[in-house]
């Protein structure tokens, strides 16, 4: 079992940045690619953002390539999302997912990022 747990959302202003975490417990991250969604009230989940097991390869949807960054602490068992130059459509509970070939996907509970104009 993985568990993991998002944090560091909150309110900014647009043009502001944010760092959110992805903690994980259970077992070792680097086993896993870990993906950043993001869901707003009436629409499903979007994806944001990918990285590799090893975080060699990274992806991320048009909407906020340029301006956020993905990467990875193996050793602290935590993923990163650094959101740069925010905007107002930002505006989503944001969530970490985890999968491998070799186990089934995990989610976290999500944490709320507020971006004010």
């Known amino acids: 079992q993985v568990q993991l747990v998002e944090s560091g959302g909150g309110l900014v202003q647009a043009g502001g940045s944010l760092r959110l975490s992805c903690a994980a417990s259970?077992?070792?991250?680097?086993?896993?690619?870990v993906e950043w969604f993001r869901q707003t009230p009436g629409k499903g989940r979007e994806f944001v953002a990918r990285i590799s097991g090893s975080g060699s390869t990274t992806a991320y949807a048009d909407s906020v390539k340029d301006r956020f960054t993905i990467s990875r602490d193996n050793a602290e068992n935590t993923v990163y999302l650094q959101m740069n130059s925010v905007k107002p459509e930002d505006t989503a509970v944001y969530y970490c997912?985890?999968?491998?070939?070799?186990?089934?996907?995990?989610w976290g509970q999500g944490t709320q990022v507020t971006v004010s104009s």
């Open positions: 259970g077992r070792t991250l680097s086993n896993y690619i």
């Open positions: 997912a985890a999968r491998s070939a070799f186990d089934r996907n995990y």
